[in-house]
């Protein structure tokens, strides 16, 4: 009489899990990435500055300006979308309205002439604007 044993399923790899938690880190990833691309125009060198104190950490809602300029003609940028002077009025006035604690930073070119530099902070104060930072970076250790 021949008796049958039941061996027991060889132990595989489950890959359901493991394809879920590639996927989590993969939108993280994105995510985070998405966040710290869309502030930089990389043209913009920001001027360096010592500081005494810890950089202020940034809001989550901030608009990041980015400002230089090409052939002395004033260049703004945000999220890499060009902005002329008066769409860039229109689009801090809308936002002014439905948050007026709206914050504001402003990455200038160490470059860049003054009067462009004061062209930004004026549209933003006419817009109504008040809490506006200046992004700086800290000098090259010698």
Known sequence: MKL????PDPIGFQLAPMLDVVFLLLIFFVVTQKIILNEQDLKVKVPTAPSSSEESSRAIDEIIINAREEDGKLVITIDRVEFTREALLNLLSRTVKLNPSQPVRIR????MRWQSMADVIST??????WNVSFSKQMPAAQ
Do not use: E, F
Request: glycine residues 14%.
């Open 108 to 111: 200038g070119d160490a470059s």
């Open 4 to 7: 049958r044993t039941k061996l």
């Open 124 to 129: 933003c104060t006419q817009a109504g604007v």
